[in-house]
């Protein structure tokens, strides 16, 4: 009598420990070069605190206001791509998974996982969060393809633009071009969006057989499903999505531009066009997530960029670090406050998929 033997089971290969640790290393050791060798050629803390001690309190004030503003903008996107949800609710998702990103490397991931677990706690299908991810993701890439190519015209009817400049802006531009017209495919029929699925399933799989790992299945589905809630979303709320989008990303450079002005940096050394060109530019950077939140990589794009533009290096330095101040340091002990009020209060739970349904959510969502 023969027995049957149990089929086996592969255990998934493990990387090699140097591999998981070396992004996290790299990224510490990038952040330690900026701030321990980098920074200290332009400015140092004693000087950043004189810079805002001869600030007016009305500057202060200004600049206070501005990055309060600032913060309130990121609501505005997720209430747009997420109906149903309040303004309180957004505040608390925005804040927290912000602060996890700024601070954690590889926080991208845990931020995400975040995400779902703080809308499912409020009762939102992972679908509905799932296609707010992703459209409010694709405008925010919008925005920064599209914000270096409008810094070019600025720059075209105020002065020269150099030979990087223009480079990068033509880049910038075939990007926004291309993911346009794949975002048209994709909406366009299920037929494409079925075919966008199989083809990046296909490059998908090729990457994962590379690792040894099994290739991907059902992305034509869902995709097709993508597109269908995607479409009655932006069907609706397009324009206040691309307004919300636009108004985040111009809220965010106007801190910059006000902490460079309030420093001593005039219109004269760095005009507004030339402002918002680096600003751009180092926004670009950050679709490359080389540290949390880009720590180190956009002090040093912004300082650089602002300084080769005409700016003096201290105040230039000053006024970066003021910025980031304002709009990534202060974002940490905020997250960690929403992210422990999300953890004990229990007034806003829900059942799952039971929240409030509008007009742009179908019951099957």
Do not use: C
């Not at 004030?61 to 600032?70: C, D, R």
């Not at 991907?216 to 869902?222: I, M, N, Q, Y």
């Not at 269908?228 to 324009?239: C, E, I, Q, S």
Request: hydrophobic share 55%.
């Amino acid at each position: 009598m023969t027995t049957i033997q149990p089929p086996t089971t592969v255990a998934p290969q493990r990387k090699p420990a140097w591999r998981r640790f070396l992004p996290p290393v790299l990224s510490l050791v990038l952040i330690a070069a900026v701030f321990f060798w980098f920074l200290p050629q332009f400015t140092s803390i004693a000087d950043v605190w004189t810079v805002i001690q001869d600030m007016s309190t009305m500057q202060i004030v200004i600049l206070v206001i501005a990055a309060i503003w600032n913060l309130a903008t990121y609501q505005f996107a997720l209430v747009t791509t997420m109906p149903g949800m309040n303004l309180r609710q957004a505040t608390v998702n925005t804040e927290t998974t912000t602060a996890v990103s700024n601070t954690v490397v590889g926080g991208a991931a845990i931020s995400l996982g975040l995400t779902y677990a703080m809308n499912s706690s409020w009762g939102f299908s992972r679908s509905r969060t799932t296609v707010s991810l992703l459209v409010s993701g694709l405008w925010n890439n919008f925005a920064k393809l599209a914000l270096p190519v409008l810094a070019l015209v600025l720059l075209a009817f105020s002065g020269t633009p150099t030979a990087g400049r223009l480079l990068a802006g033509i880049l910038g531009v075939a990007a926004l071009v291309a993911s346009v017209v794949l975002l048209g495919l994709l909406l366009r029929s299920e037929e494409a969006a079925s075919r966008i699925g199989l083809g990046a399933a296909a490059v998908a799989s090729r990457l994962r057989r590379m690792f040894g790992a099994t290739p991907v299945t059902g992305w034509d589905r869902a995709t097709i499903k993508f597109r269908r809630r995607t479409v009655l979303l932006l069907h609706a709320r397009w324009h206040w999505i691309t307004l919300a989008t636009v108004v985040s990303q111009l809220s965010l450079f106007a801190v910059l531009l006000l902490a460079l002005r309030f420093v001593g940096v005039s219109a004269e050394e760095v005009s507004l066009a030339e402002a918002l060109a680096v600003f751009a530019f180092a926004r670009l950077l950050t679709a490359i997530p080389f540290t949390p939140g880009g720590l180190g990589v956009i002090e040093v794009a912004l300082i650089t960029g602002l300084s080769a533009a005409g700016g003096d290096r201290a105040e230039v330095a000053a006024a970066v670090l003021i910025f980031r101040a304002l709009t990534f340091v202060v974002q940490i002990p905020i997250g960690l406050g929403t992210y422990i009020f999300w953890r004990r209060n229990r007034s806003w739970r829900r059942a799952p998929n039971s929240a409030p349904r509008t007009e742009l959510v179908p019951e099957t969502v």
